[in-house]
C-alpha cells in the first residue's frame, strides 16, 4: 500500500473551506430509541439442546438465531436480517457469528437454514466458514452448501469444550477502542470524534500528521459494510506500517501526506452483527450522493471533514462475498474521468500489484460505462466531489485463488498486509 502511494503524481489541489464541522446532535435520544427498540442490537441469545450443547450469539458482532437442536448432527440455526435496506429493496444478511458450547472431541453439524436466501447466496459455494477456540487465531473448517435446498453446512469435531464460529475473523468493537487508543499515543496522530451515532457510538477518524497546506490529503475509510471485517484489519495494518520509524517508506508518506483514517465507518451495524447496514437499515455506500443526519450520520459527519480539508486521494476499503482476489474498482465510469485519473489509477495498481503478491489487477468488476458510475457509492461520488484518485478496494472473503492458504483461507493476518 505505501508503496502504491508513492507511485502516485501529486494529484490537482483541492480548493475547500477550513472550518471544522460540527458534532452531530443526535435526534433523539439513545435512552428513548432504546425504549422504543429501534436501538436494540440484532444479536439474540442462546438455546440448549437436549445433549447439552449450547448455542449463543449474545454478544459483539454476534448474529445467529437457533431453530432446533434436538439433533447435534442437525442443527439447524438461521442468520437473522439486517434492517430492511430501502435503497437496495431488501434486508440483507449473511454475516454470521456464534459460538457453541459443550462440544470437546464431538462431531457437530451446523446447517444455517435460511443460507440460500441471503444477500448472495453464490458466494456460499466454494466458501468454508472461520472457526476459533482463542477469537485470535480462525482457521477454515469443511463447508457445504447445497443450491436446491439453501441449506449452509458446517461440520467440525472441536478439540476444545467451546468453539467460535464466523463469516470471516470478526475485528470486535473493544479492539477497535484499544486500537485507537494506542495510535493517539503517537505524537503525530490527532484522535478526532467526529460525532455520534444513531446507536450512540463515537465516530473516530485519525489524523496522522500535521494539516500543512502544501501536503496531500490522503483519505482512508474501512467498514462502510459492517460485515466486511476484513476492511478494519487491513486499516490496522496500514497504520502500524505508517507509523513505523525505521519504515523509509512510511517516512517519505508522512513528509509528503497528511492521512485521514477512518477506522470503522459504521460501528453500529458492526456491533449489532449486521451485513451491509447501519442500525437505520442505511448501506452507507450508496449513501454518498444526499446524506442526513436521520439515516446516515456516519456519511454526512465524514463528508463534512472531507469539505473541510480536502482530498487528494482516496481508499474505501472492502470485502467481496464471491471472488477470490485483492482488486481494486476504478472510476473510469465518472464524467471527470481524464488521463490525468487514467494514469494516477493505473501507476498506483501497478506498484500495489509489485509490491504484494496477494494483489492482482487481471480480475474484478465490469468497468462502467462512460459517464454510468453510480454517484451514491463514496469512491464514484468523492472522485467526483474532488477530481481526485478515488478508489475502492476489495478483499476476498474466502481466499486469492492465485496464493492460497487452505488453512486459514484469506484472514486477519494475510488483510493487515
Same mark, same amino acid.
Given at each position: 500500500?505505501?508503496?502504491?502511494?508513492?507511485?502516485?503524481?501529486?494529484?490537482?489541489?483541492?480548493?475547500?473551506?477550513?472550518?471544522?464541522?460540527?458534532?452531530?446532535?443526535? !435526534? !433523539?435520544?439513545? /435512552?428513548?430509541?432504546?425504549?422504543?427498540?429501534?436501538?436494540? *442490537?440484532?444479536?439474540?441469545?442462546?438455546?440448549?439442546?437436549?445433549?447439552?450443547?449450547?448455542?449463543?450469539?449474545?454478544?459483539?458482532?454476534?448474529?445467529?438465531?437457533?431453530? +432446533?437442536?434436538?439433533?447435534?448432527?442437525?442443527?439447524?440455526?438461521?442468520?437473522?436480517?439486517?434492517?430492511?435496506?430501502?435503497?437496495?429493496?431488501?434486508?440483507?444478511?449473511?454475516?454470521?457469528?456464534?459460538?457453541?458450547?459443550?462440544?470437546?472431541?464431538?462431531?457437530?453439524?451446523?446447517?444455517?437454514?435460511?443460507?440460500?436466501?441471503?444477500? %448472495?447466496?453464490? !458466494?456460499?459455494?466454494?466458501?468454508?466458514?472461520?472457526?476459533?477456540? +482463542?477469537?485470535?487465531?480462525?482457521?477454515?473448517?469443511?463447508?457445504?452448501?447445497?443450491?436446491?435446498?439453501?441449506?449452509?453446512?458446517?461440520?467440525?469435531?472441536?478439540?476444545?469444550?467451546?468453539?467460535? %464460529?464466523?463469516?470471516?475473523?470478526?475485528?470486535?468493537?473493544?479492539?477497535?477502542?484499544?486500537?485507537?487508543?494506542?495510535?493517539?499515543? &503517537?505524537?503525530?496522530?490527532?484522535?478526532?470524534?467526529?460525532?455520534?451515532?444513531?446507536?450512540?457510538?463515537?465516530?473516530?477518524?485519525?489524523?496522522?500528521?500535521?494539516?500543512?497546506? +502544501?501536503?496531500?490529503?490522503?483519505?482512508?475509510?474501512?467498514?462502510? &459494510?459492517?460485515?466486511?471485517?476484513?476492511?478494519?484489519? %487491513?486499516?490496522?495494518?496500514?497504520?502500524?506500517?505508517?507509523?513505523?520509524?525505521?519504515?523509509?517508506?512510511?517516512?517519505?508518506?508522512?513528509?509528503?501526506?497528511?492521512?485521514?483514517?477512518? *477506522?470503522?465507518?459504521?460501528?453500529?451495524?458492526?456491533?449489532?452483527?449486521?451485513?451491509?447496514?447501519?442500525?437505520?437499515?442505511?448501506? #452507507?455506500?450508496?449513501?454518498?450522493?444526499?446524506?442526513?443526519?436521520?439515516?446516515?450520520?456516519?456519511?454526512?459527519?465524514?463528508?463534512?471533514?472531507?469539505?473541510?480539508?480536502?482530498?487528494?486521494?482516496?481508499?474505501?476499503?472492502?470485502? +467481496?462475498?464471491?471472488?477470490?482476489?485483492?482488486?481494486?474498482?476504478?472510476?473510469?465510469?465518472?464524467?471527470?474521468?481524464?488521463?490525468?485519473?487514467?494514469? #494516477?489509477?493505473?501507476?498506483?495498481?501497478?506498484?500495489?500489484?509489485?509490491?504484494?503478491?496477494?494483489?492482482?489487477?487481471?480480475?474484478?468488476?465490469?468497468?462502467?460505462?462512460?459517464?454510468?458510475?453510480?454517484?451514491?457509492?463514496?469512491? &464514484?461520488?468523492?472522485?467526483?466531489? %474532488?477530481?481526485?484518485?478515488?478508489?475502492?478496494?476489495?478483499?476476498?472473503?474466502?481466499?486469492?485463488?492465485?496464493?492460497?492458504?487452505?488453512?486459514?483461507?484469506?484472514?486477519? /493476518?494475510?488483510?493487515?498486509?
Amino acid at each position: 500500500m505505501l508503496a502504491a502511494l508513492q507511485a502516485v503524481s501529486n494529484p490537482q489541489a483541492t480548493q475547500s473551506s477550513t472550518e471544522a464541522p460540527p458534532c452531530l446532535n443526535r !435526534a !433523539a435520544s439513545l /435512552e428513548q430509541r432504546w425504549a422504543e427498540g429501534s436501538a436494540a *442490537p440484532t444479536n439474540t441469545g442462546g438455546k440448549h439442546s437436549l445433549t447439552g450443547i449450547y448455542v449463543n450469539s449474545h454478544f459483539d458482532s454476534g448474529n445467529v438465531e437457533v431453530v +432446533d437442536m434436538a439433533d447435534q448432527h442437525n442443527i439447524q440455526l438461521r442468520i437473522h436480517e439486517d434492517p430492511f435496506c430501502e435503497s437496495d429493496g431488501r434486508a440483507h444478511f449473511q454475516w454470521f457469528h456464534f459460538r457453541v458450547t459443550g462440544v470437546k472431541h464431538e462431531p457437530i453439524t451446523i446447517n444455517l437454514m435460511n443460507a440460500g436466501d441471503s444477500s %448472495f447466496p453464490r !458466494a456460499w459455494n466454494g466458501y468454508n466458514a472461520c472457526a476459533s477456540y +482463542d477469537r485470535m487465531h480462525w482457521f477454515r473448517v469443511p463447508s457445504s452448501y447445497d443450491s436446491s435446498t439453501g441449506v449452509f453446512t458446517i461440520k467440525h469435531k472441536p478439540e476444545r469444550n467451546a468453539v467460535y %464460529f464466523a463469516y470471516a475473523a470478526p475485528y470486535p468493537y473493544e479492539r477497535h477502542q484499544n486500537f485507537v487508543a494506542e495510535m493517539q499515543s &503517537h505524537d503525530n496522530v490527532e484522535l478526532e470524534m467526529l460525532g455520534e451515532t444513531l446507536d450512540g457510538h463515537d465516530l473516530d477518524l485519525l489524523r496522522i500528521g500535521d494539516e500543512s497546506p +502544501d501536503k496531500r490529503k490522503v483519505w482512508v475509510i474501512g467498514r462502510q &459494510h459492517p460485515g466486511e471485517a476484513q476492511a478494519q484489519w %487491513f486499516v490496522e495494518g496500514f497504520l502500524r506500517r505508517l507509523l513505523d520509524p525505521a519504515d523509509p517508506l512510511a517516512k517519505k508518506a508522512l513528509r509528503d501526506a497528511t492521512f485521514y483514517v477512518v *477506522p470503522n465507518m459504521n460501528p453500529d451495524g458492526s456491533w449489532r452483527g449486521h451485513l451491509r447496514t447501519n442500525a437505520a437499515g442505511a448501506n #452507507l455506500n450508496r449513501e454518498w450522493q444526499n446524506p442526513s443526519p436521520e439515516r446516515s450520520p456516519e456519511v454526512f459527519l465524514v463528508r463534512d471533514r472531507m469539505d473541510a480539508v480536502g482530498v487528494d486521494m482516496l481508499l474505501d476499503v472492502h470485502a +467481496d462475498e464471491e471472488l477470490p482476489y485483492n482488486f481494486i474498482n476504478g472510476n473510469e465510469g465518472n464524467p471527470n474521468w481524464s488521463p490525468r485519473l487514467a494514469k #494516477l489509477q493505473d501507476d498506483f495498481g501497478a506498484a500495489f500489484e509489485r509490491s504484494s503478491p496477494d494483489f492482482q489487477r487481471m480480475h474484478g468488476y465490469e468497468t462502467d460505462a462512460p459517464g454510468t458510475a453510480n454517484q451514491t457509492v463514496c469512491a &464514484h461520488a468523492i472522485g467526483m466531489r %474532488f477530481d481526485c484518485l478515488s478508489l475502492t478496494l476489495e478483499q476476498p472473503f474466502k481466499d486469492t485463488i492465485d496464493t492460497p492458504d487452505p488453512v486459514q483461507g484469506w484472514s486477519a /493476518e494475510r488483510s493487515c498486509m
